[in-house]
């Protein structure tokens, strides 16, 4: 990993980090549980691009949404309420999520 300082940016942070190698990759067990924060903006600013999107979750379906292009997340319906209330007024959250299959995590509880 790369790290380079940028300055003090209107968001509190100052560095900027790129990925150069990747030493290693192992699969995990399908029992594992792991944190992910989920941010539904790409950005912290208002874009004036067309074509540009700053949201990272699109709707699958009525408990399903894909997050990052990449990742489809399930919510179960007692997550619902809050997963929307969370991602409609544009405010991350953390969750405890698990494999569901190879494309497919589940979240399991929020923090």
Same mark, same amino acid.
């Given at each position: 990993?790369k790290? +380079?300082? %940028?300055?003090?940016?209107?968001?509190g942070?100052r &560095?900027?980090?790129?990925?150069?190698?990747v030493?290693?990759?192992?699969?995990?067990s399908?029992?594992?549980?792991?944190?992910?924060f989920?941010?539904?903006?790409?950005?912290?600013?208002? +874009?004036?691009?067309?074509?540009?999107?700053?949201y990272? +979750?699109?709707?699958l $379906?009525?408990?399903?949404?894909?997050y990052?292009?990449?990742v489809?997340?399930?919510?179960?319906?007692?997550?619902?309420? &809050?997963?929307?209330?969370?991602t409609n $007024?544009? %405010?991350?959250?953390i969750?405890?999520?698990k494999?569901? $299959?190879g494309?497919?995590i589940?979240?399991g509880? %929020?923090?």
């Open positions: 990993v790290e +380079l300082d %940028i300055g003090e940016l209107s968001d942070t &560095y900027e980090y790129s990925l150069l190698k030493i290693s990759k192992e699969k995990v399908d029992t594992v549980i792991f944190r992910m989920i941010d539904p903006l790409r950005y912290y600013h208002k +874009l004036e691009e067309d074509g540009i999107s700053n990272t +979750l699109s709707q $379906n009525d408990s399903t949404y894909l990052m292009d990449k489809e997340i399930e919510i179960p319906h007692k997550f619902l309420e &809050y997963f929307r209330k969370k $007024n544009e %405010i991350g959250f969750g405890n999520f494999f569901v $299959n494309k497919r589940r979240l509880s %929020i923090r």
